[in-house]
């Protein structure tokens, strides 16, 4: 079984930083794409970031030019690294591994996904 263990999540201030990581129980070398996902209250799972085995990226234009995700294969951690984080960054952030992120307009979830971390921002 793949398992991933998200952790970093909890209270800052708009305009504040949080660096999440999402540890992953097999060598992430082997999976194609990795990504990051967030869920508000009362709305749907959507796309945060992803990265592919090659390094290309893609994010959500809420998020272009404020997070950044990357990897350490050595590790077998993904991070998504958030600044000058705002009100609506609120949600629940899930690493998902085995996904595809061929560019910003084709990204889909693998089938394993972590618990979840709690990311509030106040204003």
């Known amino acids: 079984q793949v398992q991933l263990v998200e952790s970093g999540g909890g209270l800052v201030q708009a305009g504040e930083s949080l660096s999440l990581s999402c540890a992953v129980s097999?060598?992430?070398?082997?999976?194609?794409?990795m990504g990051w996902y967030r869920q508000a209250p009362g709305k749907q799972r959507d796309l945060v970031a992803g990265?592919?085995?090659?390094?290309?990226?893609a994010y959500a234009d809420s998020v272009k030019g404020r997070f950044t995700i990357s990897r350490d294969n050595a590790k077998n951690t993904v991070y998504l690294q958030m600044n000058n984080l705002a009100p609506e960054d609120t949600a629940v952030y899930y690493c998902n591994a085995d996904g595809v992120y061929y560019s910003s307009r084709y990204a889909r979830p693998g089938l394993y996904w972590g618990q979840g971390t709690q990311v509030t921002v106040s204003s």
């Open positions: 990265i592919n085995r090659d390094g290309n990226t």
């Open positions: 097999v060598n992430i070398f082997s999976i194609n794409g």
